[in-house]
T-cell receptor, first 113, second 114 residues
């Protein structure tokens, strides 16, 4: 089946620093999604990307859908302590796959004040 | 987005017993899904809950172990049957308004099997 390789696995940064994480796949996806999960909560959707090459921002978050449709990255600018959590990428083939999501392994982000 | 609730939020169960988890959405949705998240791991799709018909299970998951119901467009249940400690996980439901739309997740049910 499809696999998503997400990196880095964990990051320890200082407040105010920028963060970048990415996902790559051996096969193409039609949609890329980025979620954040905090302890004791379900994943929360941050950004959804629908077109190859698309660059989308949500506040301090920016994500891009790779041209090859096999990768995506998420950037967080000027990190703050509440950015702490696990960030997951997810790929979706679309209607033909019944909307199934394939998840990356997650990036654990720690922000030191 | 949609407001999604799950019951129970957590439970501790004895091996050999079964637990039914409920997922309720505040509006009608076409798609509902059930995921498992084992400790420290990512999310794995168990099945797609189909309204009025049998769920569609992913490889490695079977109906006898994880029976699913979906009586209408706002509600679904997942039962974890004949539990063992290996079933200790977070179980999450997600919804999408239509096929191909982005998915939104409930808060999860934290299950511990002793």
């Amino acid at each position: 089946g499809q696999q998503l390789n997400q990196s880095p696995q964990s990051m320890f940064i200082q407040e105010g620093e920028d963060v970048s994480m990415n996902c790559t796949s051996s096969s193409i996806f039609n949609t890329w999604l980025w979620y954040k999960q905090e302890p004791g909560e379900g994943p929360v959707l941050l950004i959804a990307l629908y077109k190859a090459g698309e660059l989308t921002s949500n506040g301090r978050l920016t994500a891009q859908f790779g041209i090859t449709r096999k990768d995506s990255f998420l950037n967080i600018s000027a990190s703050i302590p509440s950015d702490v959590g696990i960030y997951f990428c997810a790929g979706q083939l679309g209607e033909t796959s019944g909307s199934r999501l394939t998840f990356g392994e997650g990036t654990q982000l720690t922000v030191n004040p | 987005s949609a407001v999604i609730s799950q019951k129970p939020s957590r439970d501790i169960c004895q091996r050999g017993t079964s637990l039914t988890i409920q997922c309720q959405v505040d509006s009608q949705v076409t798609m509902m899904f059930w995921y498992r998240q084992q400790p420290g791991q990512s999310l794995t799709l168990i099945a797609t809950a189909n309204q009025g018909s049998e769920a569609t299970y992913e490889s490695g998951f079977v109906i006898d172990k994880f029976p699913i119901s979906r009586p209408n467009l706002t509600f679904s249940t997942l039962t974890v049957s004949n539990m063992s400690p290996e079933d200790s996980s977070i179980y999450l439901c997600s919804v999408a308004r239509t096929v191909g739309n982005e998915q939104y997740f409930g808060p999860g049910t934290r299950l511990t099997v002793t």
